[in-house]
């Protein structure tokens, strides 16, 4: 009967713990080094697990490629004021990030930059850059109670 008892606490303790099944950043891109391209968006996808921009890049020589840009997940981005015209077909942008591992014309993107010079982050692998987040989500809830707090005084 005890054997039981520890084989039903173990699996409990087991299924209690939240399952993550999500790759590391460095499988995909190289992670200690930075490029900057600079393209055209074709598409803007503000999806989980990973919010994507496809654009055009056109080299010196006439030479247009195809990239992709992997970004946070949808919820955190949406967090951070994100919404699915944040980006739009048409739009100059300059991406600086992380290389693809495997070459390809892929960047995990650190922040962006639009023509007009505002910055855009939301990288997936920065540095800092979900405590940043986190911190910014707790100063607006702050300021949301202080708010509160101010209009009904009691």
């Not at 930075?34 to 055209?40: D, F, K, N, S, V």
């Not at 699915?84 to 892929?106: H, M, Q, V, W, Y």
């Not at 920065?126 to 109670?145: A, I, K, N, P, Y």
Request: net charge negative; proline share 3%; hydrophobic share 35%.
């Amino acid at each position: 009967m005890s054997e039981n008892r520890v084989v039903i606490v173990t699996m409990a303790l087991f299924w209690s713990f939240p399952c993550y099944s999500h790759h590391n950043a460095a499988s995909h891109y190289v992670l200690d080094q930075t490029i900057t391209i600079t393209g055209t968006v074709t598409q803007f996808r503000l999806i989980n697990p990973h919010a994507r921009i496809y654009l055009d890049v056109a080299h010196e020589s006439g030479v247009i490629e195809n990239w992709m840009a992997e970004g946070n997940a949808a919820g955190i981005l949406k967090r951070r004021g994100w919404t699915s015209d944040s980006l739009k077909p048409g739009d100059l942008i300059e991406i600086t990030g992380r290389p693809a591992r495997d070459g390809g014309n892929k960047i995990d993107w650190e922040l962006i930059r639009l023509e007009d010079g505002t910055v855009l982050r939301g990288g997936n692998t920065v540095g800092g850059e979900r405590e940043r987040q986190l911190d910014e989500l707790e100063e607006r809830r702050s300021q949301r109670q202080e708010s509160r707090e101010t209009d009904n005084p009691h």
